[in-house]
């Protein structure tokens, strides 16, 4: 599908990650965490907060993850002063105020091989309350050797790691869903009662619903791809037709229980991209299985997959690309571009009244158009061809013209930055 990429871009600004690849990959066996220190080392308790950072110090930087050497593709979830970062091979945590390395982890048991190659699902790690604490989730695709005339097999490796130390609080093994390549599990989330765990492709993917607090499967869903887990809901692709191409649609089913929660109005598509928005929202580019029917963008709720109470469907109507992110306050910043008529634009929304509340256009004669990052309370990060930039959400204007950076992701105590060289680095807020 032509617009995949935009979206996807959008997918991963909006989740607050970014893959970042490197050389090599690590191997298993390694059965506790390795590193030193801890999220309350003296640097990090000394860490000034900025609501939201403003400037941020270049060109030092703290290495996160990914570049030559060190595996990959990575994400990264920021928690305070603490980045977590995942790869198919293993799951660290690094101070991003001083670069101190924490601590990591890897599987028990040996990777599954090519799975960098084939995972399309990129989510940050998870951090949920486990037995009290808060933990990583942390999945693995793991062979079990064979013996004599019994083949390898992979299984999957799930374990919840104390994100304070990276001790391991418990593990669970997966049996390996018939039908499936190798390809790497990935944790999307969960409701705070169980974790969601899906591999495989569109067409033929299983997601699995794992009790946190038995650590056994409390459901498993065939053929759905899940793509995000938005409170108590898992949106993915379901294949609506197995025998044939295409027939796929958008589907959201319960993170309790596993169960069809509602599908999306046009039910054979060839082709959809979803991607999370925030506060109940998401972005779907389906492309419909009729030949006479055009691609289409549209905004909508999780709830019920349709256009949210008070946002018009009109409001995408036209729209060739569609990728929006929310502020975690009260805000939403969509970038789109249009093939017939008005071109690309940036545009504010409130959260509550979807009011538009400001918009850039390709070719304005007093402003150029920035290409967003990510947004975080009441700052938009972004680039344009005069370099970084920070505008306000709420009124569109600069409130920033020489932050140093344009991170991808952002809190109070960094930003993080990624590039092919060096991988994943955070850069510490300073004003």
Request: charged share 20%.
């Amino acid at each position: 599908m032509r617009r995949q990429l935009a979206c996807a871009i959008g997918a991963l600004a909006a989740s607050g990650l970014l893959a970042a690849c490197g050389g090599g990959g690590g191997s298993g066996g390694t059965e506790g965490p390795t590193g030193g220190g801890t999220p309350t080392s003296s640097a990090t308790s000394a860490a000034k907060a900025y609501d939201p950072p403003l400037k941020f110090e270049d060109p030092a930087s703290q290495h996160i993850a990914g570049g030559t050497g060190d595996g990959g593709p990575w994400t990264v979830r920021l928690d305070g002063t603490t980045a977590y970062a995942a790869s198919t091979a293993a799951v660290k945590a690094v101070d991003v105020v001083d670069g101190t390395a924490l601590w990591s982890v890897e599987p028990q048991g040996e990777p599954v091989s090519n799975t960098d190659y084939l995972t399309d699902v990129k989510v940050p790690p998870v951090v949920v309350p486990v037995e009290g604490k808060s933990a990583v989730l942390a999945a693995f695709g793991v062979t079990v050797p064979g013996s004599g005339t019994t083949p390898d097999r992979n299984t999957v490796e799930l374990s919840a790691l104390a994100a304070d130390s990276g001790k391991q609080l418990w593990t669970t093994t997966l049996e390996w869903p018939d039908g499936v390549e190798e390809d790497a599990p990935v944790v999307l989330g969960s409701d705070g009662t169980d974790a969601v765990v899906t591999l495989g492709t569109d067409h033929d993917a299983v997601t699995f619903g794992i009790a946190l607090d038995s650590h056994t499967t409390a459901w498993t869903a065939k053929g759905f791809a899940a793509k995000f887990v938005d409170g108590a809901t898992v949106v993915g692709l379901v294949d609506t037709n197995g025998e044939t191409d295409g027939g796929i649609t958008v589907q959201a089913i319960g993170a309790a229980d596993g169960k069809a929660a509602w599908t999306y109005s046009t039910p054979e598509l060839n082709g959809a991209v979803v991607t999370s928005v925030g506060a109940g929202l998401f972005t779907a580019d389906v492309d419909p299985h009729e030949y006479d029917e055009e691609d289409s963008v549209a905004l909508l709720s999780t709830a019920n997959g349709r256009a949210p109470a008070g946002y018009a469907a009109a409001g995408t109507a036209g729209l060739s690309a569609l990728s929006c992110l929310f502020d975690d306050e009260d805000t939403f910043v969509c970038s789109s571009s249009a093939e017939e008529a008005g071109g690309k634009r940036v545009f504010a929304l409130d959260a509550n009244t979807f009011d538009e509340l400001w918009a850039i256009k390709e070719g304005d004669t007093d402003r150029l158009l920035p290409e967003v990052s990510t947004v975080w309370h009441g700052a938009v990060y972004a680039d344009t061809d005069n370099g970084a930039v920070i505008l306000d959400a709420r009124t569109g204007k600069d409130k920033a013209t020489e932050p140093g950076v344009t991170p991808f992701a952002v809190n109070a105590y960094a930003g993080l930055v990624s590039t092919s060289a060096t991988g994943i680095e955070a850069h510490r807020a300073i004003g």
